[in-house]
């Protein structure tokens, strides 16, 4: 009779865990709402109406005026959650900021402090937000114009630089709190480790006026992981930053789902009830579709208010029909070990030695776990099946994208030396030799970094011959159109036909860069500025006042012009002047 009664629901329990949930409930609610009131008056000011200073007043106002018990609220809550005194805490954050400082600096210092815009680079050199939101609604980065008003409307290479070390230095503050680092080594390769990212690398050699909004899109994520692994009651503000994430960049809600199934690793190896982890991992996932849903709702509405059809929706998995899952699964599974031990990149033998060595590790570290008689044999099964199935973590871009060229969006393609480190420093074994694997781990991410530092910086010498190049070429095109009879300068429209980078002369390569391939590293492969868009390099980055058309290059006369330098590359065609690039 008693064991009956006390299945049943106890309405005093469930009222004390209402109440035990309210404040974490109003503190999400709390930030919600300053969240869009944020971005209804960063809406306000790309209409740059009267009615956006009248906003901004009175949101100040309130804010001014916010309730104490708000406050107070809101500080006991995330005090909580982030269970730090603020001795711990100033140290940590100094630990994160040098790391993010260093490494960002010695990866990206020469492009901060220089410019060599070019591909979209120069589309991009005038943000142009009132011209460019739809743009930004058609392919789901609904936040980007929102978050450009705040810097300016043109690029500029140092303010970029600033933001982007602030962004990266609170993401590995968030990632030592995710995975309880404490050490200063530790935290520093960890943050190297995503600093130096060759995918931000790649990101800032052609889209540099972006590099600050995906740091903050990066940051983001990894708040919403942190959100959702570490903070009791926070997996609404998890779902809320996942969605604010995608917001400005959609790729790295797999960076967010990586760290969270990292998270899992430390629940496995500390022995937790096996029924325990998989409701744990699916409370994750179930907070990651959350904030997913929550962002492509706020997407379509969007798409909906202006009248924009949502766009590159062919791109994704979903796109393929049930019958080809299985076979594009396998494929990617088979990309990942053909792409990980791959030789042909800027550091050659090295970079499929070092994979080699960290997939060698992570089989000792599992090696060491199955061999633990204190691992229930659940947890070394679940251990298993985890390993085995990190290729689709690690390549989780090629799984969900059928785009060929993902360089920008493989962030993931790059952790396996962070989980090693991870998996070497805080859930380690035990094993033969642990002091001197955890010091190879440590050496190890280091020389992934390293790597990391010369790709990144072959890259931005490469951008600036790149600049010099251009430049000259473009100047002699200019000199050769101003010379022809009849030509005036802002009136007679000029049109291009082809482009420098696939003119038979020019596009030939460039010698000491032919490791750069164009299914890694996209755009950088070219060889000059200006890849589609040369009227932009002459009109915006040159400034310089030509009337541009457009022609269609399948023209019997265009089509029987010979490629620039030759004689007969520029002439008039009709009205205009048509440059035969290629």
Sequence with gaps: MNNHHSHQFDPSAIKAAALERKPYWLFGLQCAALLAALILGLAL??????????????LFVCLFFTPRSWLQNGKAVFTKWWALGKAETLRLSLISAISSLAASLAAYGFLFTNEFFSHDALTLTNYGVEQRWSSYVWNGRILIPLYEKLKGPVTAPWLIGLLFILYMSLTVLLLARLFELRRPLHIFLIGA?????SSLAILGSSYIACMDDYALALLAAVAGAWFICRCRH????????????MGLYQAYLIVAAGLCFFSLFQNVTSNDRLSSIVRRGLRYLGLMLAGFFLYFLTWSAACRFLNIEKGRMGDTIFALPLESLKPHAIA????????????????????????LLLLGALLVWLAGWLLDKRLAWGNKLLLCLMVVFLPFVFRASSLLLLMGNQSLVA?????????VLLCAVKWRPA??????????????ALAIVCQNLVFSNQCYIKKDLEKNASLSIVTRIIERVEQLDGYVLGETPVAFSGGINSNPLYGRGREGFDAFTVYEEGAMIDDYAPTYNIARYIGTYLNYPMAFASVDSSLEEVQAMPAFPAQGSIKFVGEKVVVKLS
């Design 234 to 245: 926070g997996g609404f503000l998890g779902a809320l930053c996942i969605a604010v994430s």
């Design 193 to 197: 480790l995503f600093c130096t990212n």
């Design 332 to 355: 990617v599974y088979k990309l990942f070990f053909r792409n990980f031990f791959r030789d042909n990149g800027m550091t050659g033998k090295l970079a499929p030695t070092f994979s």
């Design 411 to 419: 962030f993931n393609q790059r952790l396996p030396a962070a989980l």
């Design 45 to 58: 000011l790309i209409r740059n109406g009267r009615s956006a200073v009248l906003y901004w007043c009175a």
């Design 431 to 444: 094993i033969p030799y642990g002091r001197r694997f955890r010091a190879a781990a440590a050496i190890l």
